[in-house]
T-cell receptor, first 116, second 114 residues
Framework: AQTVTQSQPEMSVQEAETVTLSCTYD???????LFWYKQPPSRQMILVIR??????QNATENRFSVNFQKAAKSFSLKISDSQLGDAAMYFC?????????????FGKGTHLIIQP | NAGVMQNPRHLVRRRGQEARLRCSPM?????VYWYRQLPEEGLKFMVY????????ESGMPKERFSAEFPKEGPSILRIQQVVRGDSAAYFC????????????FGQGTRLTVV
């Protein structure tokens, strides 16, 4: 079974600074997807960024980028120029490519605090 | 195009009652996933449904829990004879095919069992 580990229960960063959230995963599959989701206090799960394992290039979405290290099974999220609206829980998630059964496997989350 | 709609947002039930949670997927989406989020935890997969079919229910407790996604109408997650441990946020996600495409989540239903 796949597992996703987020070792930082909480992170704090000054507004406008850069922060990196860690995620490691364990799988025996060679092809899969990785995701970062944001969950603000409203509870809505919002997709931040997605990475396909067969693509070597790291995904980027505006101020959000990932550092995908397939051999190390590491998938960290970098948030540049942090804004107050970035404060939320962030969840790393894994999805096997084989048909979508089992759904996403989530880590326990990192609570990101933005200091004004 | 409305997003994934879940209702109710909040549901309070006494122990032993039944809870029914509804999920209307995005228009054109025929795949629905249910997840449960306990406090301080990530979401845990429960069940994957397509119209009129349960594809994978490996994450759903064998007793008291059931799910359906009829040809017409929303998907329903049903919890019979609720217990305090069922208190959680329940999320639904939908996609037009399998989850390898972008999945859209609803805002969840917070179930409180008193």
């Amino acid at each position: 079974a796949q597992t996703v580990t987020q070792s930082q229960p909480e992170m704090s960063v000054q507004e406008a600074e850069t922060v990196t959230l860690s995620c490691t995963y364990d799988t025996s599959e060679s092809d899969y997807y990785l995701f970062w989701y944001k969950q603000p206090p409203s509870r809505q799960m919002i997709l931040v960024i997605r990475q396909e394992a067969y693509k070597q290039q790291n995904a980027t979405e505006n101020r959000f980028s990932v550092n995908f290290q397939k051999a190390a099974k590491s998938f960290s999220l970098k948030i540049s120029d942090s804004q107050l609206g970035d404060a939320a829980m962030y969840f790393c998630a894994y999805l096997g490519r084989g048909g979508g059964a089992d759904g996403l496997t989530f880590g326990k989350g990192t609570h990101l605090i933005i200091q004004p | 195009n409305a997003g994934v709609m879940q209702n109710p947002r909040h549901l309070v039930r006494r122990r032993g009652q039944e809870a029914r949670l509804r999920c209307s997927p995005m228009k054109g989406h025929s795949h629905v996933y249910w997840y449960r989020q306990l406090p301080e935890e990530g979401l845990k997969f429960m069940v994957y449904l397509q119209k009129e079919n349960i594809i994978d229910e490996s994450g759903m407790p064998k007793e008291r829990f059931s799910a359906e996604f009829p040809k017409e109408g929303p998907s329903i997650l049903r919890i019979q004879q609720v217990v305090r441990g069922d208190s959680a946020a329940y999320f639904c996600a939908s996609s037009p095919e399998n989850m390898n495409t972008e999945a859209f989540f609803g805002q969840g239903t917070r179930l409180t069992v008193v």
